[in-house]
């Protein structure tokens, strides 16, 4: 079984940046496709970014394209969320996530039950 911790949010102004980080202990993440999803007050958890086991493929919300990026740090077994740009809209509590069985499509790296590991949490906030 592996644990996830995020870390790396924080209170930022609009128009800056963030870089969350998702730490594992327990397995190397190169055993599993990651995603990041966020959750704000009274709305449901949304899918943000995703990265297969070989870091080949991405995925994005399009709320975020062109504005985050995801990628592994193998070496850290960590991975990472740039987040540049930050909009108000941006603030929500930012989660990682683990899959393990090897699904092929977009619909499985974007869809929250469809991952088996979460972290807890780390609280992001874009606000002047």
């Known amino acids: 079984q592996v644990q996830l911790v995020e870390s790396g949010g924080g209170l930022v102004q609009p128009g800056g940046s963030l870089r969350l980080s998702c730490a594992a202990s327990g397995r190397t993440l190169n055993n599993y496709a990651m995603g990041w999803f966020r959750q704000a007050p009274g709305t449901d958890r949304e899918f943000v970014a995703a990265?297969?086991?070989?870091?080949?493929?991405?995925y994005y919300a399009d709320s975020v394209k062109g504005r985050f990026t995801i990628s592994r740090g193998n070496a850290e077994n960590t991975v990472y969320l740039q987040m540049n740009s930050l909009k108000p809209d941006d603030t929500a509590v930012y989660y990682c996530a683990g899959q393990t069985k090897h699904y092929s499509g977009r619909y499985y790296y974007t869809t929250a039950s469809m991952y088996d590991y979460w972290g807890q949490g780390t609280q992001v906030t874009v606000s002047s």
């Open positions: 990265i297969c086991r070989s870091g080949g493929s991405t």
